[in-house]
């Protein structure tokens, strides 16, 4: 049913200046709904068969333009909602017109998402969020833009912009999985419509490069755990290498938060950070040596990464990037002098405990091909339905 917009003088309405006021009238589906313009006049003044003020009536060019500027936001919000296929009704249209909702932009989402994550403590992932904000911040300008400009030629553009910057094409590729993200949370939260998905057609999958390898031998394992460190900080770096080898490649972030409460029957038991999943492995005497080594009375974490000084989630993050990034310098350092084929990181010993399990015979069902599928989830689905006997089998092919 059309909708038809008009503004009348209330007659029927005597103000105490004698005067009447003028009254926006929006009828639709039978229905009115009336709203003031905010000024009135003498009756006389109007002209009620035109709906407008007559020639002689005071201030006339200003009540025609105050008119037509109304009258043309009605008219664009209900071109707007019936280009949208959005139902309305007069009380409704009347909302939109005078209380519009702003349409969140890619810069909102993008502030949402990260507030998330820093709220649930993900604080590294609300850094690399930020990070390719700041980089779509400098590509485009601003982005105070709506979802529906982010289409493929602008995808494309942003591509390119990204290669000149130099990027290795992972970075580019981490780039746009983070925009999708955001994309999907948009659609999501009903910001923009799922027809406008440009990631149907630009396919991030081809910014995903083969992955070095990161993996070594076990006779290369095996020269990494025997090699006697020369400094306090090479013998901490090796020792923490080999506990994560022995312990089912446990990242080096749930290392340093490893306290008591996470032994529970000569097994290390613990959530791990990332997938929010509980781990259970078994504790070989060598990792518990290396527990008690580095237990200290003051500080109720299993290793000297964090104390009780860092007390924030910020502080602990921080403190955990700064000693991860010297034990991996002093690891690289090391895997040179033993002739190790790739350079040697926590992340390597993550990797080898699989590849060591996968070549002595173990079932790739639990060790789950080199936990390096895509999905890190798939691989502690597996490991979690093997019982404790078939887990600790499994380990002792480690040594």
């Not at 290369?220 to 013998?235: F, Q």
């Not at 924030?312 to 690891?331: M, P």
Request: charged share 25%; glycine share 2%; aromatic share 10%.
């Amino acid at each position: 049913m059309s909708t038809t917009i008009s503004v009348v003088c209330y007659k029927s309405k005597v103000l105490k200046n004698n005067e009447s006021p003028l009254m926006l009238r929006v009828c639709k589906d039978g229905k009115r709904k009336y709203e003031s313009l905010g000024i009135s006049l003498n009756p006389k003044y109007w002209d009620f068969k035109a709906n407008k003020p007559t020639a002689k009536c005071p201030n006339r060019e200003y009540i025609e333009k105050l008119i037509a500027e109304k009258k043309r936001a009605y008219a664009d919000k209900v071109i707007e909602l019936k280009a949208m296929a959005n139902e309305f009704t007069a009380t409704t249209l009347m909302e939109k017109v005078n209380k519009p909702i702003r349409r969140k932009t890619v810069k909102d989402m993008f502030d949402l998402y990260i507030q998330q994550l820093v709220s649930a403590n993900r604080l590294r992932y609300a850094d690399m969020y930020k990070l390719t904000m700041n980089s779509l911040l400098k590509f485009n300008k601003h982005l105070n833009i709506p979802f529906s400009d982010v289409d493929v030629t602008w995808l494309k553009k942003y591509e390119l912009w990204l290669q000149a910057q130099g990027l290795a094409i992972n970075t580019i590729g981490t780039r746009f999985r983070h925009l999708r993200v955001i994309y999907n949370l948009a659609i999501d939260e009903k910001v923009v419509k799922r027809e406008y998905y440009p990631f149907n057609t630009f396919k991030v999958s081809k910014l995903n490069q083969i992955p070095a390898k990161r993996s070594i031998s076990k006779d290369a394992i095996l020269k990494v755990l025997n090699y006697e460190g020369k400094t306090g900080l090479e013998c901490f770096s090796i020792d923490l290498f080999t506990f994560s080898y022995l312990t089912a490649g446990i990242n080096f972030v749930d290392i340093a938060r490893l306290t008591d409460d996470n032994i529970m029957e000569n097994r290390l038991v613990y959530i791990r950070k990332k997938t929010k999943k509980q781990i259970k492995v078994p504790l070989q005497s060598q990792a518990v040596e290396l527990i008690e080594k580095y237990k200290q009375q003051d500080n109720p974490y299993l290793f000297p990464i964090l104390s009780p000084v860092h007390k924030t989630e910020q502080q602990k993050v921080n403190r955990v990037h700064k000693v991860i990034a010297k034990v991996n310098k002093t690891l690289k350092r090391i895997g040179e002098q033993l002739d190790v084929s790739i350079d040697l990181t926590t992340y390597v010993a993550r990797h080898s405990f699989a590849t060591v399990l996968k070549r002595s015979g173990v079932n790739t069902s639990l060790i789950s091909e080199a936990l390096g599928h895509s999905s890190e989830k798939v691989t502690q689905i597996y490991l979690d339905s093997f019982g404790n006997d078939q887990m600790d089998d499994a380990m002792k092919n480690l040594l």
